[in-house]
């Protein structure tokens, strides 16, 4: 490549980065004390991945998916999740026609960029594996016939916490197809009330034009995002650092399921995006402390007799953190 040509490249790069930070603004006027979150979810943007968010009822998590759609030029489609939902409604199915005596596909929601599954545990495991297949391999299959998915493709789910009567747990396989899990957790005061504050100077949170929200990016500056984070270099005792955690938690007493090494592949993916959008050409090891919990947490299954010591995801990962050594 030329000098003008990396200049440009440089540029082009920079450029994507402002669009994506101006996203994180953009949300930040419909929904308060929520940085950490939209943040994962951008970073799930730039790595192609997909973001699931839990948390009480009305904490926005639905409306922070709304927002971030609003900011992106990108279309989104909505399903509601429920008990009697079925896998044709998501994926699409056969429709006959009586006027050719023949059978035509039916396009489903999740023929769009940006999905939002919402409440995706208030359905049965019959549904939820529905999405199994358009997760991991970004296509649908009817019938046998394989349909591509459009680009870029990213599902957004909210959950609520598993404990709330109603809800399925999500299977290992599909919580694992999942780059990130987001807490989504119960502002502080001072956020309680600008929320309050936001609603009594008369905030719509079904009218986010009128709250100001703005298209600031769109498909062609998440390209370019996504091209910059896989230039973004990460040195071999880093990459190790990443393989140490991983195998620690195989190890943890606590766990009876540790880190697969696709866990350890996108904690490296989170790790780079997250430099890049820190205005960084290279990660270091407190990029990949930051991104290891949402990156890992739905990763690991707790054993029962840790559970009822009041162990956590988290807490174990904070135990392995603590002590798998950092590279200098």
């Not at 026609?97 to 396009?107: C, L, N």
């Not at 919990?293 to 990962?317: C, K, Q």
């Amino acid at each position: 490549m030329t000098d003008s040509g990396a200049t440009s490249a440089g540029t082009d790069s920079s450029a994507s980065r402002d669009s994506l930070t101006r996203v994180r603004h953009e949300v930040a006027k419909a929904v308060v004390g929520q940085d950490a979150v939209v943040t994962g979810l951008v970073i799930a943007l730039l790595c192609r991945g997909h973001v699931l968010l839990e948390g009480v009822p009305g904490v926005a998590k639905t409306l922070l998916v709304r927002t971030l759609s609003a900011a992106l030029d990108v279309e989104t489609k909505r399903v509601q999740f429920t008990p009697d939902l079925m896998p044709g409604d998501v994926t699409g199915s056969l429709v006959y026609d009586a006027r050719t005596s023949e059978f035509s596909f039916a396009p489903g929601p999740v023929f769009t960029n940006l999905l939002l599954a919402d409440e995706i545990n208030r359905t049965p495991p019959k549904t939820q594996s529905a999405l199994l297949e358009a997760m991991e391999e970004r296509q649908v299959s009817v019938d046998g016939v394989p349909r591509p998915l459009p680009d870029p493709f990213i599902v957004a789910a909210t959950q609520n916490p598993v404990e709330y009567e109603g809800t399925y747990p999500l299977p290992e396989a599909q919580l694992d197809r999942f780059l990130l899990k987001l807490t989504v957790g119960v502002p502080g005061r001072d956020d309680e009330i600008a929320v309050l504050r936001k609603h009594a100077d008369g905030f719509d949170p079904r009218d986010l034009a009128g709250a100001g929200v703005t298209v600031v990016a769109g498909p062609a500056d998440l390209a370019t995002g996504q091209k910059a984070v896989g230039e973004v270099q990460i040195g071999a005792d880093v990459v190790g650092y990443v393989v140490d955690i991983c195998r620690a938690t195989r190890s943890s007493p606590s766990l009876q399921l540790g880190v697969s090494p696709r866990g350890a592949t996108a904690l490296l993916a989170t790790s780079r995006a997250w430099a890049w959008l820190s205005g960084r050409e290279y990660v270091t090891p407190d990029d990949v402390k930051a991104l290891a919990r949402p990156t890992l947490r739905h990763r690991i299954m707790l054993r029962p007799e840790a559970e009822l010591e009041g162990v956590t995801p988290d807490s174990v990962l904070e135990t392995v953190l603590a002590t798998v050594p950092v590279p200098r």
